[in-house]
């Protein structure tokens, strides 16, 4: 990563998303422990990491980034209900690539903040999102890059839904130990 003249980051890897509530995390890092032991082919989240990603914005300057960050902030974006759904894969042909949680509340109202933020990052200059959004928490990413075989998943606990009243801009710092977490803006949802 770029530091400027007295050592201070100027490139950050950061991404916006919506964090979850800690009791949710504990119950999904215990579901996550049970599908680790069928899944070993998969790289498995820490409950400490799980969010829901709103946009990957990659490595990209840390000014960049704070100024998307308040561009949303200024749109004073509403919070809505948000709930989690059942288990699925994103494939390439029979391999699966990531194990995820759909949503079953609040897709609707994620989607209008995700083109929100999709138009801030390309009026940043940051290159528009080449997939359609989709709704999710990622689980899992496969250990080898085409994928693996996806055994059947228990279903996952049944957590209540939550009001989504944070969004916040992320930083991702990639270790031997996986990806740590730190928040570096938080923007209320009204």
């Known amino acids: 990563m770029g530091a400027d003249a007295l050592g201070k980051e100027t490139q950050v890897r950061a991404f916006f998303g919506l964090p979850l509530p800690e009791a949710h995390k504990e119950a999904l890092d215990r579901y996550i422990g049970v599908c680790a032991a069928v899944a070993p082919d998969f790289r498995w989240t820490p409950g400490t990491n799980l969010h829901v990603t709103i946009r990957f914005l990659g490595h990209v300057e840390l000014a960049l980034a704070e100024g998307v960050a308040e561009a949303v902030a200024s749109m004073q974006p509403s919070g809505f209900e ?8 994103f494939k390439r042909g ?7 949680l759909g949503v079953s ?14 138009a801030e990052c390309v009026r940043a200059g940051l290159e528009s999102e080449a997939r359609r959004f989709t709704a999710h928490l990622t689980l899992a990413r496969a250990r080898r890059r085409e994928g693996a075989p996806a055994p059947s998943f228990s279903a996952p606990p049944d ?13 991702s710092r990639l270790g031997r130990g996986g990806s740590v977490y730190e928040p570096l803006r938080t923007i209320s949802l009204g």
């Open 105 to 118: 509340a609040g897709e609707h109202e994620m989607a209008e903040l995700a083109r929100a933020v999709e």
């Open 82 to 89: 948000l709930r989690l759904g059942q288990v699925g894969t």
């Open 159 to 171: 957590l209540p839904a939550w009001r989504a009243t944070e969004l916040i801009l992320y930083r």
């Open 94 to 100: 029979r391999l699966a690539r990531v194990v995820w």
